[in-house]
């Protein structure tokens, strides 16, 4: 699973850490999405989405094979 | 939002918290008995420094997630909080078998001291004590592999995850 947030972060001018405060999570998970290490669940990738005033799939970018 | 999972997780926690003290006041107490038997010279054996470690290691297992300063201090409730209610952490902690290893060790360490209190206190065949005395010595090691081995698990998924 590819994830534009580092992207939407960056663009923000916004940290890990903001970004984790105001979704509700660790900056550590924040890390781990943004590697791809780990999928966020709905319910998170629906509060980082709406975050940037975006809809999921215009965050969390799906592979062809997935 | 947050607000209101923080509160009642307060309220876990402070649960938690006094169940822990509960538990590891009767094992001080365990400890204390044992040490007032060998310092009267009533002890078969001495087991009170055996206790004592079980009573640290029972400290150190629960130290981290139930520590009464936490309820005191707001921003390392907060801290807690989203520790504990993280989705990978929670993730983490499932695939380390946490926390029902964590809260079986503790159980297992306290039955390790009762029954090492009483074979401080009740006279029994030597055959029944070495018994017991193996019974103990395994329960205990048991108890702090499946924690260690915990312990690694949960640092093995932080990297992969």
New interface residues.
């Given amino acids: 699973m590819n994830t534009r947030i580092k992207e939407l972060r960056r663009a923000r001018k916004l940290s890990q850490e903001e970004l984790a405060d105001a979704v509700?999570?660790?900056r550590?998970?924040i890390t781990?999405i943004e590697t791809g290490?780990?999928v966020?669940?709905l319910p998170?990738a629906y509060r980082i989405a709406k975050y940037f005033g975006l809809k999921i799939e215009d965050v969390f970018l799906l592979e062809e094979d997935e | 939002m947050m607000e209101k999972g923080l509160a009642a997780f307060r309220k876990t926690y402070r649960r938690r918290v006094v169940i822990t003290c509960v538990l590891e006041f009767i094992q001080l107490v365990v400890v204390l008995a044992a040490f007032g038997l060998e310092m009267s010279g009533e002890s078969a054996m001495p087991a009170s420094r055996m206790m004592g470690s079980m009573l640290l290691i029972t400290l150190l297992i629960t130290g981290k997630s139930a520590n009464p300063l936490v309820l005191m201090d707001q921003e390392k409730l907060k801290e807690a909080y989203l520790e504990e209610m993280d989705e990978r952490n929670v993730a983490i902690r499932a695939k380390a078998g946490q926390p029902v290893v964590q809260w079986l060790s503790v159980g297992m360490i306290m039955i390790c001291c009762l029954l090492l209190l009483l074979l401080d206190l009740v006279q029994m065949e030597k055959a029944l004590r070495i018994d017991l005395w193996t019974a103990i010595l395994t329960l205990y090691v048991t108890a702090i592999v499946q924690v260690g081995i915990s312990w690694a698990l949960k640092k093995y998924w932080e990297k992969r995850m």
Avoid: D, V
């Fill in positions: 509700g999570t660790t550590q998970t781990s290490k780990y966020a669940s998170l």
